[in-house]
């Protein structure tokens, strides 16, 4: 009996405390893009100047995520996955890592009060948007690909306002709890000073 309620409690998404990104009308070209981006299928992969630099860099983030996520074949599969994503997006994979934190508390099945989904706790509608009806939004690389496409588009759309950008994402605009956490979180806890691509 015991087991199986494990079984079902580690089954279940996880309620997250996140807020809910607000639909916003988007102009067909900012659809078409954004829509572009989180169809991509090319297989993930990390940039940097050199291997070493890639490894210093997933050894460093690795061991900071150990407590969070104690399986380390899942630990590298994020780390890969928010480093590719958000270099796609033109982010620091470091803020993604914050964005994470405070949005989900990097557990893949958060779902929020609002909806919202998975480690970046994207918005069902968002799909409906700029996807296809095929995706899942608690699949990895979908939900880092929407998260990040979605937070850079706030981020254009604010003139690279951080703090905007950060409570459109999570549907608090003008509220300074959501925007500090995330900076306090990527500034902190995720800083990172070797080259990052």
């Known amino acids: 009996m015991r087991k199986l309620a494990l079984i079902v409690l580690v089954a279940a998404p996880l309620n997250a405390l996140a807020g809910a990104q607000q639909?916003?009308?988007?102009?067909?070209?900012?659809?078409?893009?954004?829509?572009?981006?989180?169809?991509?299928?090319?297989?993930?992969?990390m940039h940097f100047r050199s291997s070493s630099d890639a490894s210093r860099w997933l050894a460093e983030m690795d061991a900071r995520l150990e407590r969070r996520i104690p399986d380390r074949k899942q630990r590298l599969e994020l780390l890969r996955t928010v480093h590719y994503e958000a270099t796609r997006a033109r982010l620091d994979p470091q803020l993604v890592l914050g964005v994470i934190e405070v949005e989900s508390g990097f557990r893949k099945y958060a779902v929020s009060r609002a909806g919202a989904r998975g480690y970046m706790q994207v918005?069902?509608?968002?799909?409906?948007?700029?996807?296809?009806?095929?995706?899942?939004?608690?699949?990895?690389?979908?939900?880092?690909?929407?998260?990040?496409?979605?937070?850079?588009?706030?981020?254009d759309k604010?003139?690279?306002?951080?703090?905007?950008?950060?409570?459109?994402?999570?549907?608090?605009?003008?509220?300074?709890?959501?925007?500090?956490?995330?900076?306090?979180?990527?500034r902190g806890r995720w800083k990172y000073d070797g080259p990052t691509a």
């Not at 070209?29 to 297989?43: E, G, I, N």
């Not at 003139?159 to 306090?184: E, F, H, I, K, W």
């Open 158 to 186: 604010e003139n690279g306002d951080y703090y905007r950008a950060l409570g459109r994402y999570n549907g608090s605009l003008g509220q300074p709890d959501y925007p500090n956490l995330v900076l306090a979180a990527w």
């Open 123 to 155: 918005m069902p509608f968002w799909v409906k948007l700029i996807g296809q009806p095929g995706h899942n939004l608690f699949h990895l690389r979908t939900n880092l690909a929407y998260g990040c496409a979605i937070l850079r588009f706030y981020i």
């Open 23 to 45: 639909y916003e009308p988007l102009a067909d070209s900012v659809r078409a893009r954004l829509s572009q981006q989180v169809s991509d299928r090319a297989v993930p992969a």
